[in-house]
T-cell receptor, first 113, second 113 residues
């Protein structure tokens, strides 16, 4: 069974803290994605990576950075957390060949106080 | 920019009835579409996909219909069960090599016993 795991299900951080969200997939997928999900706004793409050490900005990259040092792991970094970054964060992965669905992790509910 | 939208944000049906969830897309270049199901507290789960060279595709109790003329996508669930209660998203891939998906905002399906 394919699997995407995220380091935390729930996280509470203070404004100004540096926050790391980790995602690991065991499917040897080339592409990995970070989304945030907010009520009424759906899923919005923050960053994605199509190979190790490669990254591209999504639709809402401001306030975020990413790191992909190994193929199976994709990290999302909030350099200085703000209250408007309180959200559900979802990681996904997909292989490179052809059109195919993205496999999602369970999500991390981040609250910034 | 291009977007994917849903006609109905909520849908309530009786157990055993058929459900139809609709989605409009605006990017005529999109060539691949996916339906996801998201249960409360979980990440989106793949249901079924369809490529633009098809009009219809069937899975187990689900059927996806694609009408490219009016840029409309629908998901039909036969004999809806309480376990089908969830938020359903459509997503489109508008081409390119990065496999980015654009998601609709979702429809909440509630199945009444």
């Amino acid at each position: 069974d394919v699997k995407v795991t995220q380091s935390s299900r729930y996280l509470v951080k203070r404004t100004g803290e540096k926050v790391f969200l980790e995602c690991v997939q065991d499917m040897d997928h080339e592409n990995m994605f970070w989304y945030r999900q907010d009520p009424g706004l759906g899923l919005r793409l923050i960053y994605f990576s199509y190979d190790v050490k490669m990254k591209e900005k999504g639709d809402i990259p401001e306030g975020y950075s990413v790191s992909r040092e190994k193929k199976e792991r994709f990290s999302l970094i909030l350099e200085s957390a703000s209250t408007n970054q309180t959200s559900m964060y979802l990681c996904a992965s997909t292989n490179r060949g052809g059109r195919s669905e993205q496999y999602f992790g369970p999500g991390t509910r981040l609250t910034v106080t | 920019g291009e977007s994917v939208g849903l006609h109905l944000p909520t849908l309530s049906v009786q157990e055993g009835d058929n459900s139809i969830i609709n989605c409009a897309y605006s990017n005529s270049a999109s060539d691949y579409f996916i339906w996801y199901k998201q249960e409360s507290g979980k990440g989106p789960q793949f249901i079924i996909d369809i490529r633009s060279n098809m009009d219809k595709r069937q899975g187990q109790r689900v059927t996806v219909l694609l009408n490219k003329t009016v840029k409309h996508l629908s998901l039909q669930i036969a004999a809806t069960q309480p376990g089908d209660s969830a938020v359903y998203f459509c997503a489109e891939n508008s081409g390119g090599s990065n496999y980015k998906l654009t998601f609709g905002k979702g429809t909440l399906l509630t199945v009444n016993p």
